[in-house]
């Protein structure tokens, strides 16, 4: 699989490209789901990247900053195929970038999977009463976490594989949970007597 990546940019390109446009739209579909559902809402905004958070929550189906972000790292993947396998001839320099990429839109692709089955479970069979508010902090705290998991999933795949390609998955996957711990670190965590005042008040929900 590396060598048909490594062997020419485009591949890696045509996949990224994919995945980062499945990856907005498919956070669109989810914020939809959720609001039409009314039982899981949301402390400011599904989604945690603030840059997007205006385009997702006005359900904007063409988004100028994604675009921009699209055409961008899709001219970097052939810069840096051109530097680090035909200049360099350090292939696994690219195998690290490209495995960076794509395998924390991977990671990424997984959430949005199990929010699809959720919002589709609760549509089918319901099963959830009341209503769920997600804090932002804890939403940024848990998304961390997930992130976390797969930097280990993929830090044992390359110690098995010695792979670079899971090697840059590993850092990407853990930088943006350090990412979103620190932007977690930025929110105040509620207050003891909000939440209890919140359990005994039903009109505070």
Not at 166 to 178: E, M
Request: with cysteine.
């Amino acid at each position: 699989m590396e060598y048909i990546l490594t062997s020419t940019p485009i591949p890696g390109m045509l996949l990224w490209a994919a995945l980062y446009i499945s990856d907005y739209y498919m956070t669109l579909a989810a914020a939809r789901g959720y609001k039409d559902i009314g039982v899981f809402k949301f402390e400011k905004s599904f989604e945690l990247t603030p840059q997007f958070q205006k385009d997702i929550d006005g359900q904007s189906r063409i988004s100028r900053r994604h675009i921009l972000y699209l055409f961008a790292y899709t001219i970097i993947i052939p810069v840096f195929w051109f530097l680090g396998v035909r200049i360099l001839r350090m292939d696994w320099l690219y195998s690290f970038l490209i495995g960076a990429l794509l395998l924390l839109e991977v990671a990424v692709h997984m959430r949005h999977f199990r929010n699809w089955k959720q919002i589709h479970i609760y549509k089918r069979e319901g099963g959830v009463t009341g209503s769920i508010i997600f804090g932002q902090r804890f939403s940024y705290l848990s998304s961390a976490f997930d992130l976390y998991l797969y930097a280990v999933l993929f830090f044992l795949v390359f110690l098995i594989t010695f792979s670079p390609f899971f090697l840059g998955g590993t850092f990407s996957c853990y930088l943006t949970g350090l990412k979103h711990s620190r932007l977690a670190q930025k929110l105040s965590p509620p207050q003891k007597d909000q939440l209890a005042n919140s359990d005994a008040d039903p009109s505070s929900r």
